[in-house]
């Protein structure tokens, strides 16, 4: 009866470590939104896409969003840029990864697509916030 105890024991503290362990990814996974800074690194590196990742910082003070639209297939990422209006340099960057700027957008800003037929890139000025906000979207309905 000892050593089944000790047994029973050791898979339990297995058991439990695993999913301590797992539980702040798992817990990402199911989130509808998210709302983090470039410092959260669990967050940063689970939510925001590469293109996200590698885009300029246009001002010293941004912050990320991740969302889910409809379902884990409709998924929304965003960087907001706070003092700052000048989106030239996020212009200069997609164009250099081959992107190619849309005239019909469904907000007020410019999109842009990509290689990937499911990915939009749009981004917004706000002057009378002083903001920029560059959302990726990702949706097989595009």
Not at 105 to 115: L, P
Request: charged share 20%; aromatic share 14%.
């Amino acid at each position: 009866m000892r050593k089944s105890f000790k047994i029973a024991l050791v898979i339990a503290l297995v058991i439990t470590a695993t999913f301590a362990w797992f539980w702040p990814v798992m817990q990402m996974s199911l989130a509808g939104s998210a709302h983090y800074t470039e410092q959260d690194k669990r967050e940063y590196e689970f939510y925001t896409p590469d293109i996200l990742k590698k885009m300029p910082r246009i001002s010293g003070r941004y912050e990320f969003a991740f969302y889910n639209v409809a379902g884990p297939e409709s998924q929304g990422h965003t960087v907001t840029f706070h003092d700052t209006t000048d989106t030239s340099q996020i212009s200069a960057y997609l164009t250099s990864l081959g992107y190619v700027k849309h005239d019909h957008c469904s907000v007020s800003g410019a999109c842009w697509r990509g290689s990937d037929p499911q990915e939009r890139v749009s981004f917004s000025n706000f002057p009378q916030l002083n903001e920029v906000l560059v959302t990726v979207a990702y949706s097989p309905n595009f």
